[in-house]
């Protein structure tokens, strides 16, 4: 398998794995008024949204997406899916160690004790998968805190379903 097929794959696990936990957490009353939920989930989409902007050259707001309402929120990563996966079919297998300078890494400097090094595009494209993962399991576990059975997002799980298109909620 090649990088950039993996990384696809990674790609539409993470929105499968987005989309199904919008679906619980939407279906679920307490869920909806949790604001840790909707912290963490505008977590995951701000900084997906970072990134691809990146990717495409743009400009991001660290408050991107602070305003937005749990449904537009949940509308909004969804079209991050949409653009990652747009992006992703235009990249090639070189385009992965084109190198990529991360704006915000130099505030990382301090914390680190030393300077990041440098990344590139498709170890960029892997931070957003295992970043979003990270996060995600911290939605699940507050689902369980909230009495709720938690969906199963891991990336094995969606590849025994049968690697599933993302099942957005239809009228979130």
Not at 53 to 65: I, K, L, M, P
Not at 103 to 114: D, E, I
Not at 127 to 150: C, I, K, M, W
Not at 153 to 171: L, M, S
């Amino acid at each position: 398998m090649k990088a950039l097929e993996l990384l696809a794959d990674l790609s539409r696990h993470t929105e499968w794995a987005d989309a199904t936990v919008w679906r619980a957490v939407l279906s679920s009353p307490a869920a909806t008024t949790d604001q840790r939920i909707r912290d963490w989930l505008h977590h995951i989409h701000m900084v997906q949204h970072a990134f691809i902007n990146v990717w495409r050259g743009q400009e991001h707001s660290a408050n991107a997406g602070s305003e937005l309402g749990l449904v537009e929120l949940a509308n909004w990563g969804r079209e991050y899916h949409q653009l990652a996966a747009e992006h992703l079919a235009a990249l090639n297998e070189d385009d992965l160690d084109q190198p990529m300078n991360m704006p915000w890494a130099k505030f990382l400097t301090k914390h680190l004790g030393r300077d990041p090094s440098g990344t590139t595009r498709g170890e960029t494209i892997m931070q957003v998968a295992s970043h979003s993962t990270y996060h995600r399991g911290q939605v699940n576990a507050r689902l369980r805190e909230l009495g709720e059975e938690p969906p199963l997002t891991d990336f094995i799980a969606w590849i025994w379903f049968g690697k599933p298109a993302a099942e957005w909620p239809t009228n979130p």
